[in-house]
């Protein structure tokens, strides 16, 4: 059967298979050199998008625009894919593995950045996590809530019980990278929130058990989504993190931070305080690194205690007195959070392994607000 016999309904069959690996739908229409070129156009455009966001000296608004001309080069790609063809065993055999290693490792650009959400208040304000704000007022119309969410990255949530009922599970329904997502589950009603299941039991006082009447209040107020940033994950290959520098780590193998079960071990965000052989102590709000008052921008705003920032508090199992001293091992970094007060970080557990580093922070994307490079 010829590829002109086949029935237009299997067009979307190329649309399907170039989701997966960009230009085989063309592969598939017999048009090689073309679905080619375009694999290769969009490889080379997502190195350069993520380069764009790792180079701190180019302005966030045109990186931001560079990505949405590089989305708009897949809707065409993906439209060019609408065409007939044959999907042969040679073709499927040269799919399959191209496809799990699009899955796998994602666009060529995410070997250089990825993307990553803020999931709580550690490093704020400097970088700004998932936050609740409960409060009694109606909520917003929806032009208010479409600017709001856009601009500061606020979801406005009100939730009321249509009927008599009673809570029996809040569960996680997360669409990553923007959406962090509950579902509240009674006995004859369900809702979907926008907000994770902790945030909804410690703000909004939801929880397994509760019971509300209808038209009660369940949960009202706004969430902050938290910031999303870009991780340059090609720093380090060039020289290992400084002090100050806002890192990415793997929490794996860290004792006292306790793996997901489904999820594995959490990625933190901290920044730097000590490098291999440095000596640190906290004499709040000071922190001193070998002697002296840290320098550099990131501490003296920590420091400094104003605008949102209350200085260094004392630790726990380390730098627990103004007498404390610790030194930084080799191949290993003592990280802080800049909310120093409400930040589980090497204070309490100990030095991050230098091979759990996983990047550092480039840029934040979104909320518009808030886009530039953090420092």
């Not at 923007?178 to 809702?191: A, G, N, P």
């Not at 019971?211 to 107020?221: Q, T």
């Not at 002697?291 to 605008?307: L, Q, Y």
């Not at 990047?359 to 420092?375: D, E, H, M, T």
């Given at each position: 059967?010829?590829?002109?016999?086949?029935?237009?309904?299997?067009r979307?069959?190329?649309?399907l298979?170039s989701?997966?690996?960009p230009?085989?739908?063309?592969?598939?229409a017999?048009?090689?050199?073309?679905g080619?070129v375009?694999f290769?156009?969009?490889?080379?455009?997502?190195?350069?998008?993520?380069?764009?966001?790792?180079w701190?000296?180019?302005p966030?608004?045109a990186?931001?625009?560079?990505?949405?001309?590089?989305?708009?080069?897949?809707?065409?790609?993906l439209g060019?894919?609408?065409?007939?063809?044959?999907?042969?065993?040679?073709l499927?055999?040269?799919?399959?593995?191209?496809a799990?290693?699009?899955?796998?490792?994602?666009?060529?650009?995410?070997?250089?950045?990825?993307?990553f959400?803020?999931p709580?208040?550690?490093?704020q304000?400097?970088?700004?996590?998932?936050?609740?704000y409960?409060?009694?007022?109606?909520?917003?119309?929806?032009?208010n809530?479409t600017?709001?969410?856009?601009?500061?990255?606020?979801h406005?949530?009100?939730?009321?019980?249509?009927e008599?009922?009673?809570?029996?599970?809040?569960?996680?329904?997360?669409?990553?990278?923007?959406?962090?997502?509950?579902?509240?589950?009674?006995?004859?009603?369900?809702?979907l929130?926008?907000a994770?299941?902790?945030?909804?039991?410690m703000?909004?006082?939801?929880y397994?058990?509760r019971?509300?009447?209808?038209?009660?209040?369940?949960?009202?107020?706004?969430?902050?989504a938290?910031?999303q940033i870009f991780?340059?994950?090609?720093?380090y290959?060039?020289?290992?993190?400084?002090?100050g520098?806002?890192?990415?780590?793997s929490?794996?193998g860290i004792?006292g931070?306790?793996?997901?079960p489904?999820?594995g071990?959490?990625?933190?965000?901290?920044?730097?305080?000590?490098?291999?052989?440095?000596?640190?102590?906290?004499?709040?709000p000071?922190l001193?690194?070998n002697?002296?008052?840290?320098?550099?921008?990131?501490?003296?705003?920590?420091?400094?205690?104003?605008?949102g920032?209350?200085?260094?508090a004392?630790?726990?199992?380390?730098?627990a007195?103004p007498?404390?001293?610790?030194?930084?091992?080799?191949?290993?970094?003592?990280?802080?959070?800049?909310?120093?007060?409400?930040?589980?970080d090497?204070?309490y557990?100990?030095?991050?392994?230098?091979?759990?580093?996983?990047?550092?922070?480039?840029?934040?994307?979104?909320?518009?607000?808030?886009?530039?490079?953090?420092?």
């Open positions: 059967m010829s590829s002109q016999t086949v029935p237009k309904r299997r979307w069959l190329g649309v298979l989701l997966f690996v230009g085989f739908g063309l592969v598939r017999g048009l090689i050199r073309r080619i375009w290769v156009a969009l490889q080379l455009a997502s190195i350069s998008v993520a380069l764009l966001y790792i701190t000296s180019v966030t608004w990186a931001i625009a560079a990505t949405l001309l590089f989305w708009g080069a897949e809707l065409v790609m060019d894919s609408f065409r007939p063809g044959r999907l042969t065993i040679p499927v055999l040269i799919f399959a593995p191209l799990v290693i699009s899955v796998v490792f994602g666009a060529a650009g995410h070997i250089i950045a990825r993307p959400k803020i709580t208040g550690a490093m304000p400097t970088l700004r996590g998932v936050v609740a409960p409060n009694d007022l109606p909520r917003p119309g929806l032009l809530r600017t709001d969410l856009v601009l500061n990255g606020r406005h949530i009100e939730v009321v019980s249509k008599d009922d009673q809570v029996i599970q809040l569960q996680p329904a997360n669409f990553r990278p923007l959406l962090t997502l509950s579902r509240i589950r009674c006995r004859h009603q369900q809702f929130v926008w994770p299941p902790d945030l909804l039991q703000s909004f006082n939801v397994r058990g019971s509300y009447g209808r038209g009660e209040v369940i949960a009202r107020g706004a969430v902050d938290g910031d991780v340059d994950k090609l720093i290959k060039i020289h290992p993190p400084r002090r520098d806002l890192v990415v780590f929490t794996a004792a931070i306790p793996a997901d489904v999820a071990p959490p990625l933190y965000v901290k920044r730097v305080a000590g490098i291999p052989g440095d000596k640190l102590r906290i004499d709040p000071l001193y690194i002697g002296k008052p840290a320098e550099g921008e990131g501490f003296s705003r920590v420091m400094g205690a104003k605008d920032y209350r200085g260094y004392a630790g726990r199992e380390y730098l007195t007498d404390d001293e610790f030194r930084v091992p080799d191949n290993s970094y003592f990280v802080l959070g800049d909310n120093s007060y409400n930040s589980y090497s204070r557990w100990g030095c991050v392994p230098a091979a759990n580093v996983y990047g550092r922070v480039s840029r934040v994307y979104f909320p518009l607000s808030r886009a530039g490079v953090p420092r």
